[in-house]
């Protein structure tokens, strides 16, 4: 080597200005695809559709005598069942003597209790302290479905109605609210083709069990959920006072969808009784509390109160009961959202004391005064 060669400043050679990047970024791959292997291998979920489900031109309906088991990845696995009229309760649907009380459950897959098991959801617990308060039987018929009903839940009513019901039971929350206008089940199961833009890329990356995983131990800690829920935008202007027109316009889609319901209900002077199930964030919002201006966990169930009672429907905000339960951690699942037991155990409180409150409870009302003032 010449010494002008050797004065010369080293440079790297053109090649690796691809070479190198294209390393880092394969190895990056590599991890991550390694990563996400092994969560999948730790954390099982079971990805299969639902067997029992199938469509109808009226939305999903759920096949008679079927047992099916489900798991999300971060928790148990769950067993449903469905009696012989499709609906996830153990007792039978047939008629009831008269004067035997019984409620009919509507709604998405809250109402269904979905991700708990049966033992747990609030259908359930409702109706064994409803039993223990009436010394009577109370059987809950849930008629719940999938999200992507919500807005066809006024098809269901004639059925409801032929269980000869003491009371509806409808749930509904923000995640129903917001896709009330979904298109219908047959429309659904047509996927787009893929994207291999940015934004689908990301859209890959946040739906990859490693991204789970770190959002789990993320949203153990309620006040980063909070702050992380607060930066969607319009998915949480619910807690934002005053609402968005986005969201007066789908309090105004509720009310139609409530009109379609009461028109059917009304004249067979059967209550129907509506429960709004806040999420996770919403009620960490009303337990914790929040500094920042316009921020207002209580709003949306304020909003709704009035567009139920413009139709006669009797209405119950459960988010306070959410945000007061001893173990805020048991009530939702951190990543997937649905509520777990706890949540449920909330819910069913609240349903309970509401239908206690209704004429036809007026003996379980009196048989608990009597067990009061003999306790006393």
């Known amino acids: 080597m010449s010494e002008a060669q050797a004065n010369q400043p080293w440079r790297l ?112 617990r409702a109706s064994a302290m409803l039993t223990d308060r009436c010394r009577t039987t109370v059987d809950f018929q849930n008629l719940g479905t999938n999200p992507s009903d919500f807005d066809r839940i006024d098809q269901r009513i004639p059925e409801a109605l032929a269980l000869k019901p003491s009371a509806i039971v409808m749930t509904t929350g923000p995640y129903d609210l917001m896709h009330q206008k979904d298109p219908p089940p047959d429309q659904e199961r047509r996927e787009l083709p893929a994207r291999l833009d940015l934004r689908g890329i990301v859209s890959i990356l946040r739906e990859s069990r490693l991204f789970l995983v770190f959002q789990y131990y993320l949203y153990r800690d309620p006040s980063f959920q909070v702050r992380s829920f607060l930066g969607n935008g319009d998915s949480a202007d619910y807690v934002r006072r005053p609402l968005s027109a986005a969201w007066r316009q789908r309090l105004a889609d509720f009310g139609d969808l409530l009109g379609r319901i009461t028109s059917l209900t009304a004249p067979t002077r059967v209550p129907l009784l509506l429960f709004y199930v806040p999420d996770r964030a919403q009620a960490a919002l009303a337990a914790f509390g929040s500094d920042l201006p316009n921020v207002d966990p209580m709003v949306l169930g304020e909003a709704l109160k009035k567009v139920a009672a413009a139709r006669s429907v009797r209405f119950f905000d459960t988010t306070r009961a959410f945000a007061a339960a001893p173990d805020f951690q048991s009530l939702f699942y951190l990543t997937d959202g649905h509520a777990r037991d706890g949540g449920h155990a909330a819910l069913a409180a609240v349903v309970e004391e509401a239908l206690l409150s209704e004429p036809a409870f007026a003996n379980c009302r009196q048989e608990r005064s009597s067990q009061s003032a003999l306790g006393r």
Not at 19 to 44: Q, W
Not at 64 to 86: A, D, M, Y
């Open 13 to 124: 050679p053109r090649r690796d200005y691809i070479l190198l990047p294209l390393i880092f970024v394969m190895t990056a791959l590599v991890v991550l695809a390694g990563g996400e292997v092994s969560v999948r291998l730790i954390y099982v979920q079971d990805d299969a559709a639902e067997p029992c489900a199938y469509t109808t031109p009226f939305g999903f309906r759920f096949k008679p005598l079927c047992t099916s088991r489900t798991k999300v990845w971060e928790g148990p696995w769950i067993t449903q069942h469905f009696n012989e009229c499709g609906y996830r309760t153990a007792e039978s649907c047939a008629p009831r003597p008269a004067g035997l009380p019984r409620i009919v459950v509507v709604g998405s897959s809250v109402a269904r209790g979905a991700l708990v098991n049966y033992p747990q959801s609030f259908a359930t």
